[in-house]
């Protein structure tokens, strides 16, 4: 299933715990500055998985395991995150904070509704993820619930709000083992990674 919008994401996912003025201060740091892109050299994919492995590593370790110096590995790994090409995220584990169930919806809108009911859906609390796609069910949104009842409640509300749109199917998840290439424990804490590098060849079966 192709997706033709990703309206919001969980990198864009907020739960309203810090003030303005901090999450101002985080969201100035985390925005892409006017770098130009480049292509990735070796050091880079070196640096960008030595983030995928820890990204709170200090420079002189971080650059350690690169195999280059600390200035080299700041001032290149600042340039990386300075020019989009990647990005820091934090995210939280689940359970401690009582949302542990994720659960993906796949609805069916009619065409002129679609861009309304995705905009609407991507300002609910609990949605991580909305996106567009070109298929059947054209519209596919992901809310992290506290009970799997939750579910219920959040189609009512659609329902009531867009009549025409049509769940025609769910998937719910009770635990998360894997996301963004970190490996969780039953409390949803990262214990170890999986490096993800897309500029990898594919290993063949």
């Not at 600042?78 to 934090?90: M, N, Q």
Request: net charge positive; with cysteine.
């Amino acid at each position: 299933m192709i997706a033709t919008n990703v309206v919001t994401e969980a990198s864009r996912w907020r739960l309203d715990a810090l003030a303005p003025g901090q999450s101002a201060a985080l969201g100035d740091a985390d925005r892409p500055g006017s770098v130009p892109r480049r292509q990735l050299t070796e050091l880079d994919r070196r640096l960008l998985a030595g983030l995928g492995q820890d990204g709170r590593l200090a420079w002189h370790r971080h650059a350690h395991v690169a195999g280059t110096s600390a200035a080299t590995a700041r001032r290149r790994t600042e340039r990386l995150l300075g020019s989009g090409e990647s990005a820091l995220r934090c995210d939280v584990a689940g359970p401690l904070f009582e949302r542990p169930v994720a659960v993906s919806l796949w609805a069916q809108v009619p065409a002129p509704e679609l861009g309304a009911v995705a905009r609407h859906l991507a300002a609910v609390p609990s949605v991580r993820f909305v996106a567009t796609t070109a298929g059947r069910q054209n519209l596919l949104v992901t809310p992290w619930l506290r009970p799997a009842e939750e579910v219920h409640r959040l189609e009512a509300e659609l329902a009531a709000r867009h009549p025409a749109v049509l769940v025609q199917n769910r998937t719910i998840a009770l635990r998360t083992a894997k996301r963004m290439g970190r490996l969780f424990d039953a409390s949803g804490c990262g214990v170890a990674s999986v490096p993800l590098a897309p500029w990898a060849e594919p290993t063949p079966r």
